[in-house]
């Protein structure tokens, strides 16, 4: 196991000599440490990759090589398969099987991204504006050094996400894991040295937000910020964007609303809303968090799933039983936990769960809540835990004015037979995703991102790759 952080092709322990303490959600119990990186280390690996980009050691080597060497990586990944779902399980809670998908889905969206390294074209254009025997053309150009500060809950992915365009675009990155979850990322690190990536384009320094995070989102010498995690920490890293307009995108929180129509699919339509909202134990920024029923079917979409929450096996994601683990610490085991007591003080029904496991780790029972006033803070802020909200429509129209009825716009659900009317539905809401009689299916030809609050710029796709490049255009007389 990778344990110190990755500096300009070295493993250092850090000026500081401190470590962070790693846990088993599971159990609760440290089972390895880390080294603490700070704003030192930042500099350091700022300075490396600054290096690593202006003498062109990865951006210009031929782009086909750079895709060859992102397709090893991903190759590796999932050579390495068993050893980093491991890793994954036992840092974040997820169930083995949950763990081992993250891997495979890290490597297809390096292969993706491998696939759009010899794809990054500008365009040729006539002057027709006066000057004669004139032309032009753009050039699409890396952006430059990149920072990267990834979440806890999907930290393998979330790092193939950033790194996977950064690098086909010929940047040089600077990687901060989250700092309860830091050990597929240096693992990443690892691997992508292996893979002949040269030193100092990928550094990887653990830390803690506030120092570690805050300085890498100052940075001067820094172009580009690409951040996953919370709408608040978000809206910081604008202000510490602005002192060098380092070009950003946030991907961030989400209350996401699922639909259900009366002519829906209704036993299908009952698992998949149980599994957008409790898969990795809702700690999803794309979780299906308000269910939102048709007046004629809500009394069983409500039974259903709260039978599926009451029903679903939990335990160490270790455990091949489990299909959902605990939370990742227990800082969010007492978040979820406090937004629960809120519902509960507010006069919300509790159909299924609301309590804590009486067992070692952080664990959480899925809950489900009906009857539940609009103005409640688990009907409008993001929980980031196994709470689903469940309320009732008549017409379309109230059902598309809840779901538009937050500030966040990230994803949704509809469900519906028919075959236009979730399509038309789909073109109301307000949000950069809308699952159509399914949930949670991902790709990365498909761009994730966010509406309103939800974000800013896209991740994955074409946007993925125009996210790390800058346009220069270039004047000739001829
Ligand atoms: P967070 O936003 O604080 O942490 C995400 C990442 O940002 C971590 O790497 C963290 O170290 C870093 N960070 C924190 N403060 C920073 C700062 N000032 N400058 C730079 N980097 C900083 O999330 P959290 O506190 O771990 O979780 C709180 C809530 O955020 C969750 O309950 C959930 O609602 C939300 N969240 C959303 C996502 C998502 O994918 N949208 C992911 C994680 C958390």
Redesign the pocket.
């Known amino acids: 196991m990778n344990d110190r952080m990755l500096i300009d092709g070295q493993w250092t322990e850090g000026e500081s000599g401190r470590r962070i303490e790693v846990r088993n959600p599971a159990t609760g119990e440290v089972f390895a440490a880390v080294s603490e990186g700070d704003a030192g280390s930042i500099d350091q690996a700022v300075a490396a990759a600054r290096a690593s980009f202006e003498d062109g050691r990865w951006r210009d080597l031929p782009p086909a090589t750079r895709g060859k060497i992102l397709w090893r990586l991903a190759d590796l990944l999932e050579a390495n398969a068993d050893e980093i779902a491991r890793l994954e399980t036992s840092n974040v809670g997820m169930p083995l099987v949950m763990a081992h998908y993250q891997v495979s889905a890290a490597a297809e969206a390096l292969r993706y991204f491998a696939g759009w390294a010899t794809k990054i074209h500008g365009r040729s254009t006539e002057l027709n504006n006066g000057f004669q025997r004139h032309m032009g053309y753009t050039l699409r150009e890396p952006v430059g050094v990149v920072g990267a500060?990834?979440?806890?809950?999907?930290p393998l992915l979330?790092v193939a996400w950033k790194l996977g365009p950064a690098l086909a675009a010929g940047c040089s990155t600077v990687l901060?894991?989250?700092?309860n979850t830091p050990l597929t990322a240096l693992a990443f690190g690892r691997l992508a040295l292996e893979a002949g990536i040269p030193a100092g384009v990928v550094n990887v320094v653990p830390?803690?937000?506030?120092t570690?995070?805050?300085a890498?989102?100052a940075h001067m010498d820094v172009d580009k910020l690409s951040?996953?995690?919370?709408?608040?920490?978000?809206r910081?890293?604008l202000r510490?964007a602005t002192g060098n307009f380092k070009r950003l995108t946030l991907?961030?929180?989400?209350k996401s609303p699922f639909i259900i129509c009366e002519d829906a699919a209704l036993d299908e339509a009952i698992g998949a809303a149980q599994m957008a909202i409790l898969a990795n134990c809702g700690?999803?920024?794309s979780a299906g968090s308000r269910l939102i029923v048709h007046r004629s079917v809500y009394d069983r979409v409500l039974e259903g799933v709260a039978a599926g929450a009451r029903g679903i096996p939990q335990g160490d994601g270790l455990d091949p039983a489990s299909q959902i683990g605990p939370l990742v610490s227990q800082?969010?085991l007492e978040?979820v936990s406090a937004y629960i007591e809120s519902g509960k003080a507010g006069g919300a029904t509790v159909v299924a769960g609301g309590e804590r496991l009486d067992r070692p780790g952080y664990f959480v029972q899925p809950t489900v809540f009906a009857d539940v006033a609009g103005d409640l803070a688990i009907a409008r802020e993001?929980?980031?835990g196994p709470v689903l909200v469940v309320s009732r429509f008549d017409e379309v129209d109230e059902a598309v004015a809840m779901a538009n009825d937050t500030d966040y716009g990230?994803a949704s659900y509809v469900w519906s037979q028919d075959a236009k009317r979730p399509h038309q539905i789909a073109r109301r809401i307000r949000a950069g995703t809308v699952w159509v009689n399914t949930a949670l299916a991902i790709d990365p030809s498909l761009p994730v991102g966010g509406f309103k609050q939800s974000g800013w710029g896209r991740e994955n796709g074409p946007d993925g790759i125009e996210a790390y490049l800058e346009t220069k255009s270039v004047i000739a007389a001829i």
Do not use: D, H
């Not at 901060?176 to 700092?179: L, N, T, Y």
């Not at 830390?207 to 506030?210: C, M, S």
């Open positions: 500060i990834v979440p806890w809950n999907a979330m901060k894991p989250a700092e830390g803690y937000g506030a570690a995070g805050a890498l989102a951040f996953t995690g919370s709408t608040n920490v978000g910081e890293l510490a991907e961030l929180g989400g700690q999803n920024c800082k969010q978040r993001e929980i980031f990230l």
